[in-house]
Every structure is written in C-alpha cells, then in structure tokens.
C-alpha cells in the first residue's frame, strides 16, 4: 500500500475488517443464520436510505432543470440502486418481523423489481461519463464496463438457453 493516501488506506482497512468480521459471525451462527440476514437487512436499509436522502437533492435538480450530464446520471443511479436495496431489505426485515422466517425469494416480483431497479442504476453508472471532468468515470472504464456487462449477460442468455433445452 505504498503511496497511498491515509483516506485509501481506511477504506481498505474498513472493507477487508468488515469482511473478517462477518465471516466470523457467519461461522459462530452458523446455526441461526437469520438473524444475521435481519441485521445485515437492517444496515442496508438504514444505509441505502441515507445515500437516498444524500444523492436525492442532486437527482431533483437534473429533473427540475431539465439537464442530463454525466454527474445527474450517476446521481440517479445510485438513488435506484439505493432505492432497489431498500426494497428488498425492507421487505425481509417486514416478512421476517411477521412470520420470523426468510421470506422465498427466487420467485418474488419484489426481487424483480428490485433487481431491475438495480440494474438501471448501473446502466446509468456506465453512461455517466464525464460525472467528474477529467476523473469519474474514465471513458475506457466505461466502455470496459459495457463490455464486461454485455458479456456476462450474453454468456447468462447462452446458459439459460442450455439449461432449457435438456
């Protein structure tokens, strides 16, 4: 970590800790995993609403003034992925509180809607070149990420296609 700022090196810090951390408590619980889900639930919620009440401002003003430029669309992106987790964390910790089981989620237009607000969220992430001049994101990144995006749905397509036709 050479050369890199104390901010970087928090971060990093934090990610790989926070990672240790809920590896740990996975394996402690293993047994009663659920609540671990609850709480986990319950931090995306609170998180995913404080970056919506943050980017929302931001968001209002693109559609008030009408304008679209590379900062505005990842400003809505993150307000659909944020919004996306919410529902979805939201909807656990209710069906949870009520029923105190994990609700069946491979089915669920809840997780649906959830997953292509996400997806709209990053779709708008890969098109905001530009946000920062000169910075965020690169046009290589974003067109790395396109690619990226376009492959692995291509390969998803190929997969389900085989997995139907036996």
Same mark, same amino acid.
């Given at each position: 970590?050479?050369? @890199?700022?104390?901010?970087?090196?928090?971060?990093?810090?934090?990610?790989? &800790?926070?990672?240790?951390?809920?590896?740990? $408590?996975?394996?402690?619980?293993?047994?009663?995993?659920?609540?671990?889900?609850?709480?986990?639930?319950?931090?995306?919620?609170?998180?995913? /609403?404080? !970056?919506?009440?943050?980017? =929302?401002?931001?968001?209002?003003? +693109?559609?008030? %003034? %009408?304008?679209?430029?590379?900062?505005?669309?990842?400003?809505?992106?993150?307000?659909?992925?944020?919004?996306?987790? +919410?529902?979805?964390?939201?909807?656990?910790?209710?069906? @949870?509180?009520?029923?105190?089981?994990?609700?069946? &989620?491979?089915?669920?237009? $809840? &997780?649906?809607?959830?997953?292509? /607000? !996400?997806?709209?969220?990053?779709? &708008?992430?890969?098109?905001?070149?530009? !946000?920062?001049?000169?910075?965020?994101?690169?046009?290589? @990144?974003?067109? +790395?990420?396109?690619?990226?995006?376009?492959?692995?749905? +291509? =390969?998803?397509?190929?997969?389900?296609?085989?997995?139907? !036709?036996?």
């Amino acid at each position: 970590m050479t050369g @890199w700022s104390l901010a970087r090196r928090q971060i990093a810090i934090a990610l790989v &800790l926070g990672h240790v951390i809920i590896g740990l $408590i996975y394996l402690l619980i293993k047994e009663d995993t659920e609540y671990l889900v609850f709480f986990m639930c319950l931090m995306s919620l609170s998180v995913s /609403l404080g !970056a919506i009440r943050s980017f =929302f401002p931001i968001v209002a003003d +693109a559609i008030r %003034n %009408n304008k679209l430029d590379g900062s505005d669309l990842l400003a809505i992106g993150s307000v659909c992925k944020s919004v996306a987790l +919410a529902v979805i964390s939201g909807w656990i910790i209710i069906y @949870w509180s009520w029923t105190e089981d994990v609700p069946k &989620l491979r089915e669920s237009p $809840i &997780l649906i809607y959830s997953l292509f /607000l !996400a997806s709209f969220g990053g779709i &708008l992430y890969m098109t905001s070149e530009g !946000a920062l001049p000169g910075y965020i994101p690169r046009k290589e @990144w974003t067109r +790395a990420g396109k690619w990226v995006a376009a492959s692995v749905f +291509a =390969f998803g397509v190929l997969l389900f296609v085989v997995r139907i !036709a036996r």
